[in-house]
């Protein structure tokens, strides 16, 4: 089924390899298939006690009082955990990159804003113990108007779904609602295009379905030390994370993971470890938490749902002169990582293709829904579906092939992409000449003798005159001067790259959001 | 009627995070018998991190795969890693183990040379677990002798560190100049479908695709992202959803009995042919096969739609209830012309 076209690209790769290129068996093979590789949830510890959470019954609700009496008198129950408990009860994710504000709690305390919000945590002998004490937890909440709809949530008089961001969209660069790309000038290749084209398309929200469910388990060590057994997909994010949430030093925390069933980008959050681990602190047991199935599915984090709509010029000859991109992601009621997804789609625009005028806006937005967070492609998926059916329909509306429309507007080495970047290393052209060989889907011989490292750069390596919101004009930039984008054979062990100097940074960036540091804390000011 | 038709849809993918400014470190040190271990934080979520990283450790360090054993993930002795998403993790971390692979080889090279008599660089070794000198095979050493010498004769440690970081971008604010990836995986797909125009359904008939990666450390593995990811977008495309009238948060389903993805009854051929055009900056040119297996499909199965009953379906995902709305608004299936 998979067929190797080495032919390709074969004076750029040095193929005299001995374990590389080969079809190795897998490391963890063995313990895979007979059952015997630990997962997180397979350290059953003795005298483990079972952590389960109150979720929010509402999508948005004012918290008037929250009674846990009856409950702490329940059968099995060993501690009740609530928002004042936890020590820093607001966070969010990509704080440790030190962009965006905090905006979540561990537990809600004043206010709920989706359905399935924890609210309580309830830690027991047993998990049955747990689920029946939570029944006996009575909350006494003031129902809010919810909002759902992403373009609803952006009118004036919405509902505000999250205080941290009154205006229900992330703050980027500390003044905009949205990320910006501007290219060239789409406004006036729409009024010289021969056809303008603009449509709506809609990303459902998708949930993961991993088939092991997020959840960990953190036991007191020895030394005052605790230790997390997680399925976490960044070890020290979710460690970092439950550090700053729980104010210990980031070396109290001895978390073990590493082998994971399945994540697609649902296990980036750390959902469960925080609180477990400040339930073992508060307990001095080993504790679990888990989501099951249910919960997984209905209030684990989901791929958002993005609206996206498109707006293309294109001539009767096949060029698509402009593209014209606004896109909503749905965040739901916390950022999450949907802020970082915003600046990865204003990055991608407009496609792999050259496109001389290119124009987008990028919302994140809050609504009353679960968080959404990271899926495989995260910011690129539903950008992609929409370029995709717009580019079949240009095709179409012109009276062109398909194919030979994506090798004609495709990038080619040396082009300049609309986020300021030279091309390099392009292979779009080659990827469709061979999918259409191998479906039988007949293109004309000159479409079959284009390339990705010919006839890109020259004119098309020049940024264009750039009209910006503000009236100014960025001016235009001519090509850079090169010679050749062929390179020579690599060595058999390439040498790591040498670090490129930073970029200097912009003289108009404003302190604030928006900066991307490591998570070391080296700050760039 | 049945209807078939046929789409496609080509596309890009960034390697690792956007804007880079995520690292990745690994530590790499031999036991006094030749047998490394590689100490990672990075996670196996099934994708084959620990085995795509023992093979690079084992190509640069020139021994077996089998004498290499890759240990990931206990913050206690693994060095940071970012994490396992935005198909950073060969890229990235495959890197970082190079890095400390180069180091480790420098000092064994080094003790191996002490032994022989030799300068380390008319050394090579031969991938089986010996060293010998360049031109002359029978002047050697196995690396297990070269593992012991250095550890209790010459008090050398076979060992390396590695840490591999894209520089942080900066993004401006007004045009949106930034550097979001140093490389690109690229693909293209073609989907055939057979849509039913009395009950809305659309079946898969077979998918040809083309992936570009940069280089396939292990043709197996990336077979099975390709399959397994391919068959995501399908899902993506004709299945899933948790709130099928979205924005109304209605029908969220609870177990996969109500949550629908596609089965093995729902399986159709997939033909994959890989190129490799190696990344400037990739471990052994490799990029990452990981997400963008999954974003072509959805466009080119909406695309053949199109081909089979000349509809249009914008919203995700694809249901049957969507498709005969469109043919009834449209007064019936018109097909499009045949490919």
């Known amino acids: 089924m998979l067929e190797l076209r080495k032919d390709i690209f074969a004076d750029e790769r040095d193929d005299n390899l001995k374990e590389i290129g080969k079809p190795t068996q897998r490391q963890d093979m063995i313990g895979h298939v007979t059952g015997t590789t630990a997962y997180f949830d397979d350290h059953k510890l003795a005298g483990m006690l079972h952590l389960k959470v109150l979720r929010s019954p509402h999508h948005h609700a004012r918290i008037r009082r929250i009674d846990t009496s009856e409950a702490e008198r329940s059968g099995g129950v060993r501690r009740i955990i609530r928002g004042a408990d936890v020590p820093r009860n607001l966070n969010t994710l990509l704080s440790l990159l030190n962009f965006g504000k905090d905006d979540e709690p561990s537990l809600a305390t004043d206010k709920v804003r989706y359905k399935g919000e924890p609210i309580v945590a309830i830690v027991a002998n047993t998990e049955r113990e747990a689920f029946e004490a939570l029944t006996k937890v009575r909350v006494d909440y003031e129902q809010l108007t919810p909002v759902f709809d992403v373009e609803e949530a952006l009118k004036p008089g919405a509902p505000v779904v999250n205080e941290t961001y009154p205006k229900n969209t992330f703050e980027y660069h500390g003044k905009y609602d949205h990320q910006r790309l501007r290219f060239g000038d789409v406004e006036q290749a729409f009024a010289s295009a021969d056809h303008v084209l603009e449509q709506r398309y809609q990303m459902s929200p998708i949930e993961h379905a991993p088939t092991e469910t997020n959840g960990s388990i953190a036991a007191p060590e020895a030394n005052n030390r605790f230790v997390v057994y997680t399925c976490a997909q960044g070890l020290f994010f979710s460690l970092d994370t439950t550090a700053k949430i729980l104010d210990v030093p980031s070396n109290k925390l001895h978390f073990i993971g590493g082998t994971v069933g399945g994540g697609f980008g649902g296990k980036v959050d750390s959902l469960t470890e925080p609180l477990v681990t400040l339930a073992a602190m508060l307990t001095g047991r080993p504790v679990r938490y888990v989501l099951g199935r249910e919960d997984e599915m209905q209030f684990g984090s989901p791929r958002g749902a993005e609206r996206i709509y498109v707006k293309d010029a294109v001539m009767r000859d096949g060029r698509v002169t402009a593209r014209q991109v606004r896109s909503y992601f749905d965040s739901g009621a916390y950022t999450r990582l949907s802020s970082y997804a915003v600046i990865k789609c204003a990055a991608h625009i407009p496609g792999p293709y050259t496109i001389p005028n290119v124009h987008a806006d990028i919302y994140c937005v809050y609504t009353n829904r679960v968080p959404a967070t990271a899926m495989r492609g995260f910011g690129v998926t539903a950008v992609d579906f929409a370029i995709e059916c717009q580019m079949d329909k240009l095709a179409h509306l012109i009276g062109m092939d398909p194919m030979e429309f994506r090798i004609l507007n495709a990038y080619r080495d040396g082009d300049m992409k609309a986020h300021r970047r030279e091309a390099k290393n392009t292979a779009l052209i080659e990827c469709v000449q061979v999918a259409a060989e191998k479906a039988k889907w007949s293109i004309r011989d000159e479409y079959k003798r284009m390339s990705s490292r010919a006839g890109g750069g020259g004119a098309r390596a020049a940024i264009p005159h750039t009209k910006l919101d503000s009236g100014l004009q960025a001016p235009a930039r001519p090509a850079p001067q090169r010679t050749s984008y062929d390179r020579p054979l690599p060595p058999p062990v390439a040498p790591p790259p040498p670090a490129p100097p930073p970029a200097a940074p912009p003289a108009n960036v404003q302190h604030g959001a928006a900066r991307f540091s490591s998570v070391f804390g080296t700050r760039r000011r | ?339």
């Not at chain 2, 400014?21 to 018998?33: F, I, K, R």
């Not at chain 2, 991190?49 to 004498?67: F, W, Y």
């Not at chain 2, 010996?130 to 076979?158: L, W, Y």
């Not at chain 2, 391919?230 to 993506?236: I, K, L, T």
């Open chain 2, 1 to 339: 009627m049945k209807h078939r038709g046929k789409g496609m849809a080509s596309i890009n993918y960034p390697i690792g995070m956007n804007l880079g400014g995520d690292p990745s470190q690994a530590l790499v040190h031999s036991n006094p018998s030749g047998k490394f271990t590689v100490a990672l934080s990075a996670i196996d979520l099934g994708q084959g991190m620990k085995s795509v990283t023992r093979q690079i450790a084992a190509e640069t360090l020139g021994v077996p795969v089998e004498d290499v054993y890759v240990d990931t993930a206990d913050s206690d002795t693994g060095p940071h890693d970012m994490g396992s998403f935005a198909s950073r993790g060969t890229h990235r971390v495959g890197n970082a183990v190079a890095v400390a692979a180069r180091e480790a080889r420098g000092v064994m090279m080094e003790a191996a040379a002490e032994e022989l008599e030799v300068n380390a660089s008319d050394l090579d070794t031969d991938g089986l677990g010996n060293i010998h000198v360049k031109g002359a095979p029978h002047r050697k050493i196995s690396t297990k002798d070269v593992a012991i010498a250095a550890q209790f004769k010459q008090g050398k440690t076979i060992a390396g560190r590695g840490i591999f970081l894209v520089p942080l971008s900066e993004v401006d604010p007004e045009t949106g100049e930034m550097s979001p990836a140093t490389c690109y995986a690229h693909a293209c797909l073609v989907a055939e479908v057979e849509v039913d125009d009395e009950t809305g359904e659309v079946t898969m008939v077979r998918m040809d695709s083309a992936y570009e990666l940069g280089r396939a450390l292990n043709p197996r593995m990336v077979e099975q992202q390709l399959v397994g990811g391919a068959w995501m977008g399908v899902s993506h495309a004709l299945y899933e959803t948790p709130e099928p009238y979205y924005p109304e948060p209605i029908h969220g389903p609870r177990d996969y009995n109500e949550y629908v993805m596609p089965g093995p009854g729902d399986i159709c051929p997939h033909n994959i042919a890989v190129l490799e055009r190696p990344a400037l900056d990739g471990p052994f040119g490799a990029k990452g096969p990981g997400e963008m297996c999954a974003n072509p499909v959805l466009p080119a199965v909406a695309n053949a739609v199109f081909n089979a009953v000349g509809v249009r379906i914008d919203d995700l995902p694809i249901t049957p209830e969507k498709v005969l709305r469109a043919l009834r608004q449209q007064g019936g299936a018109k097909p499009q012309q045949r490919r």
